[in-house]
Nanobody, 120 residues
Framework: QVQLVETGGGLVQAGGSLRLSCAASGSISRINDMGWYRQAPGEQRELVAHFTRGGSTNYADSVKGRFTISRDNAKNTVYLQMNSLKPEDTAVYYC??????????????WGQGTQVTVSL
């Protein structure tokens, strides 16, 4: 069982910044992907940024240069620093953790989501 608790969402004006945090607890494999997705109303959930199990990072093209993902392994916490926010960044942001337990045993967990609203 994995618990993902997200904090840091809110309302901000365009051009502003927010920092999201996601603390993971429970059964966490030492080999995992962890990061952030978002879902705007009427849209599909999309990757924002994540750490891959190989240790690299991936970002959506729309956030490159504005968002930075980081992690504190000792705290099992991942962060998303969002700068230069735009109204189109408005969405519910979800933390995601994929645990690789073996070649065939993979578990996928989601947080409850945190709302980010960017006003003009």
């Amino acid at each position: 069982q994995v618990q993902l608790v997200e904090t840091g969402g809110g309302l901000v004006q365009a051009g502003g910044s927010l920092r999201l945090s996601c603390a993971a607890s429970g059964s966490i494999s030492r080999i995992n992907d962890m990061g952030w997705y978002r879902q705007a109303p009427g849209e599909q959930r999309e990757l924002v940024a994540h750490f891959t199990r190989g240790g690299s990072t991936n970002y959506a093209d729309s956030v490159k240069g504005r968002f930075t993902i980081s992690r504190d392994n000792a705290k099992n916490t991942v962060y998303l620093q969002m700068n230069s926010l735009k109204p189109e960044d408005t969405a519910v942001y979800y933390c995601n953790l994929v645990n690789y337990w073996s070649a065939i045993t993979v578990t996928n967990s989601w947080g409850q989501g945190t709302q980010v609203t960017v006003s003009l």
